[in-house]
């Protein structure tokens, strides 16, 4: 029942979007990073690190109207200060046909295998009365209630796939895609009722279109649902930035993304980016809603994001921040 793994700033890691996304920036090469942490009460609760490189295989003719995209990716999320770490290892492959002659508008379907290891240090569970005091309340209902039994290596291996349009012009970018991820969390504790288990779809749409000289608009929204439990893990993120030009040199790509989003029912999310050529660094600060808890917690996280682009352009098309 434990949380999905959220970013605050997805659309800054394709493979984190989309196994269909590999392959498709403007260089040949780039590596994308997350780093995100969420505190209560300003002790870290929750860390997570997702890192990525993806590149595409060069074809020597230029009229070719396809490409091959792969990539891989490592995860790991850490809960309670390092009482619980998960890691995983995705491996993506995409396969992209450009459907016009101005290689403007892309489909592309991608496919990715996971290794996912759970680690639990018990030194630091601290399950005492609450625990004692939980299963008597369930005996006296008339609950069945069994001791717990920890799996010494928990690790599950899992795939996901996705589907991905782009519509990509020097004065605009637009791309809409879907996914079905069947990640299953491996299993810590023996039970009966695995709650983690079950397939995730989502629906993510990524667009920056120039609205003035260099001045350019950025939307993203992004839908997912676990479908083992719909009701608690639906999740839902739109918001939108503009960027402004840096003048430093006229013949480089700087500009300035100013921004917010909102996790519904959760957090809204000022956003500030910059990119700088090749290099797009971000940052984001997640302002939790009040009334996610009872208690008088103040809840807070903030998430930093590095893509950096090598190799040779594809192509004079817009740089967009989703690159």
Known sequence: ?????????????????????????????????????????????????????????KSKDAENNSSFGYG????????????????????????????????????????????????????????????????NNLSSAGFPVSELYFNKFPASLTANTGFVFTNHSENKFIQVGAGAFFNTIPN??????????????????NSEIVVSENKTFVLHASYSNRSSNASINQQVLLGGAISLPIAYKFDEIKRLYVGCYYRMKEAI????????????????????????????????????????????????FLRTIFD
């Open 188 to 205: 810590i504790v023996n039970n009966v009722k695995q709650e983690a288990s079950g397939m995730r779809s989502s629906l993510f749409l």
């Open 269 to 316: 999310i000022p956003t500030f980016s910059i990119m700088m050529d090749s290099y797009i660094f971000g940052l984001s600060y997640d302002i939790y809603n009040n009334d996610l808890s009872g208690a008088s917690l103040k809840q807070n996280g903030f998430e930093l994001s590095l893509s950096k682009s090598f190799g040779k352009k594809r192509n004079e």
């Open 72 to 135: 891989f990716q490592i995860m790991s999320d850490q809960l309670a200060g390092g009482l619980l770490q998960t890691n995983y290892l995705t491996m993506n492959l995409a396969y992209r046909i450009f459907v016009d002659e101005g290689k403007n508008n892309s489909i592309a379907l991608g496919l990715a295998g996971t290794y996912a290891q759970s680690t639990l240090n018990q030194s630091k569970l601290k399950l005492g009365d609450q625990l004692n005091s939980q299963m």
């Open 1 to 57: 029942m434990a949380q999905n793994m959220v970013l605050s700033q997805p659309y800054v890691n394709a493979q984190f979007q989309s196994a269909a996304l590999v392959g498709d920036g403007q260089y040949d090469q780039r590596i994308q990073s997350n780093l995100r942490t969420q505190m209560f009460n300003n002790n870290n609760v929750s860390s997570t690190i997702v890192a990525g490189w993806d590149s595409r295989f």
